[in-house]
């Protein structure tokens, strides 16, 4: 999971290759089992990881696939390093934040970010490269406890601590009356015996 994270992160949309300048990066991916290949200017090409991104049809077509989104804490968790090892930042005040100009890969984010009880929140912009408009931008920020980075740099400045209590708090914005109905009340094999139903 964390070396997909990379590769939807700063990874070449055509093939099995990844762009970066830090040795951190390429030594993580070499540890996961992957082998890597400079092919010059900070271009890393990834032995055995084509048949892969094609079997889950992410060539061309950058997302995170479903089965990523609902594997263990620690997979997903793992995930999350990789893509904000690469497009995530952290900022003087220890917040994280991840951009990219793929909606559907954002809206993945998101997802990822809820299902690892982490509220964040997006904003779209303009990507802008030299002074020129490239089309929309989106830009998730969050705070959480759980290390977001495995890259040392990124990694020191989060802030895992210290929040406000209302830090992981969801609101309920309205409440709609609608008629009565017959339903069929339906429990999951846990203690709470809740369930997730939609977004």
């Not at 055995?48 to 049809?57: D, E, G, T, W």
């Not at 497009?87 to 690892?116: H, M, N, P």
């Not at 977001?148 to 309920?172: E, M, P």
């Amino acid at each position: 999971p964390y070396v997909l994270g990379l590769w939807l992160g700063d990874g070449s949309t055509y093939k099995a290759e990844i762009t970066s300048a830090d040795p951190e990066i390429v030594k993580a991916i070499n540890d996961a089992g992957f082998r890597t290949i400079f092919r010059g200017k900070y271009s890393y090409g990834i032995y055995s990881m084509l048949p892969i991104l094609r079997a889950m049809n992410l060539l061309e077509n950058k997302h995170i696939p479903s089965e990523y989104l609902r594997g263990s804490i620690l997979q997903r968790l793992a995930l999350l390093q990789g893509l904000a090892d690469t497009d995530g930042y952290c900022d003087t005040r220890g917040q994280c934040e991840f951009t990219t100009t793929k909606e559907i890969l954002a809206t993945g984010v998101l997802e990822l970010l809820s299902s690892l009880g982490i509220k964040a929140a997006i904003s779209e912009g303009r990507a802008t490269l030299y002074g020129k408009d490239c089309g929309p931008k989106y830009r998730i920020k969050y705070i959480t406890e759980l290390p977001s980075f495995r890259l040392k740099r990124k990694a020191d400045r989060q802030k895992r601590s210290g929040f406000r209590g209302t830090a992981n708090r969801r609101y309920i914005t309205e409440v709609i009356s609608v008629p009565s109905v017959p339903v069929r009340c339906i429990a999951v094999d846990s203690p709470s015996h809740l369930y997730l139903a939609g977004r």
